[in-house]
């Protein structure tokens, strides 16, 4: 008899065992669908700023999205509570709280200030310069000719080279508002 229940009692802990799984994790999910997480919901993530940025999402399930530059992107997520993160303009932390209207997610990415460079080069030599900063900037204006650059403001090392004549200049500037700048005199 102590066999018979001895083995029944382990025929029902096999049955049992195969039969368990554990709950999945609460891990960081991609983002291609999520919607067997939970009630599915559309989250609209628009990234104005000049490069990719990573949005992560932690709450009732955790999320990681890359938005590349200028783009506008939509995924499926678990309806829930969410916080979310990014690096914004000049890689500040921006964060807050996910809201849920209208049965959608939505999050617009803060965009950058941007600034108008035009550089007139009235002379016979070609203008070429290195910005350095957030974002990297390389111009270069042909002899007798004025350009217009769109760039974010913020604080760049600035180089640049006249040639043929080769004056050069090397220095840290703060661009905060449209500039005129008139090169190599």
């Known amino acids: 008899m ?3 229940t001895l083995l029944t009692f382990l025929i029902v802990l096999t049955v049992l065992f195969s039969a368990w799984t554990p709950a999945a994790a609460s891990s960081a999910q991609s983002g291609t669908d999520a919607a067997a997480a939970g009630a599915g919901a559309t989250l609209t993530i628009t990234n104005p700023l000049p490069k990719a940025t990573v949005v992560t999402l932690r709450g009732s399930n955790n999320y990681t999205f890359t938005v590349s530059a200028n783009q506008t992107v939509t995924k499926t997520i678990a309806v829930g509570a969410y916080r979310y993160k990014y690096q914004g303009c000049l890689g500040k ?3 807050g709280i996910l809201a849920y209207k209208n049965g959608k997610y939505e ?3 803060q965009p950058c200030k941007m600034i108008t460079l035009k550089i007139v080069n009235p002379f016979f ?3 070429t310069s290195t910005m350095k900063g957030w974002m990297n900037y390389q111009i270069t204006v042909k ?3 004025t350009e217009k650059f769109s760039v974010v403001a913020g604080t760049y ?3 640049y080279t ?10 840290k500037v703060k661009l905060q508002k449209n500039i005129l700048w008139i090169m190599c005199e």
């Open 162 to 171: 006249c040639t043929p004549s080769n004056k050069n200049w090397e220095g």
């Open 125 to 127: 030599d070609t203008y």
């Open 107 to 109: 999050l617009d990415i």
């Open 143 to 145: 002899p007798r000719h």
């Open 93 to 95: 932390t921006t964060s």
């Open 2 to 4: 102590k066999k018979t």
């Open 157 to 159: 090392f600035l180089s």
